[in-house]
């Protein structure tokens, strides 16, 4: 009996860096559930503005906990290793802003990229106008980023517009 203790101990020292290394990969998706959004430098409002639906009950912190500020990744999605978007940026961007119109619903946003490199992950909830969350940041290098919106609660359905802006 103690050797199954022992294994089964061993065995769950093992879970621990699988799980974490499924976590940290399953945000490196090809496919997004909405929309890919490709730009560069001069793109037009059209091409930064695609809608969705919130719904689910995937906890964004199960995602990532926080990000690189702290902040913490709130709000509850339909899949956690398919992001809504995908935003493919062609060339570095020196300012971008990320943002949701809710349609008078709570949403929540969490942005994380580029995959493959020295990813940053972005969350927020209310920096917007109203409980739109938005994040705005400078230094955006080109490559791809997975880009999740939230309901404050677990499976609501709310429509909303999601927009990149330079």
């Known amino acids: 009996m103690k050797s ?5 101990r061993h065995a769950g020292a093992w879970l621990l860096p699988v799980t974490l290394g499924l976590s940290l990969t399953a945000v490196a998706s090809e496919q997004a559930n909405f929309a890919t959004l490709r730009l560069s430098p001069g793109f037009s409002p059209q091409a930064g503005t695609a809608m969705g639906e919130t719904g689910g009950h995937v ?5 990532t906990n ?3 500020q702290g902040n913490l990744c709130l709000g509850y ?3 956690r290793d398919m992001p809504d978007y ?3 940026l062609e060339a570095d961007f020196d300012r971008l802003s990320i943002g949701v119109e ?3 619903s709570d949403t929540t946003l ?5 995959q493959g490199g020295d990813s940053v992950v972005r969350c927020d909830d209310n920096s917007g106008e109203g409980d739109n969350p938005l994040v705005e940041d400078s230094s955006w290098p080109a490559g791809e980023y997975a880009i999740w919106v939230g309901a404050k609660e677990a499976n609501q359905r709310h429509s909303y517009k999601l927009v990149v802006e330079p």
């Open 102 to 104: 809710g349609r008078g």
């Open 86 to 88: 995908l935003l493919i």
């Open 66 to 68: 926080q990000d690189a």
């Open 110 to 114: 969490m942005v994380s990229g580029p």
């Open 4 to 8: 199954l203790k022992r294994i089964v």
């Open 77 to 79: 999605t339909a899949y």
């Open 59 to 63: 906890s964004m912190l199960s995602i």
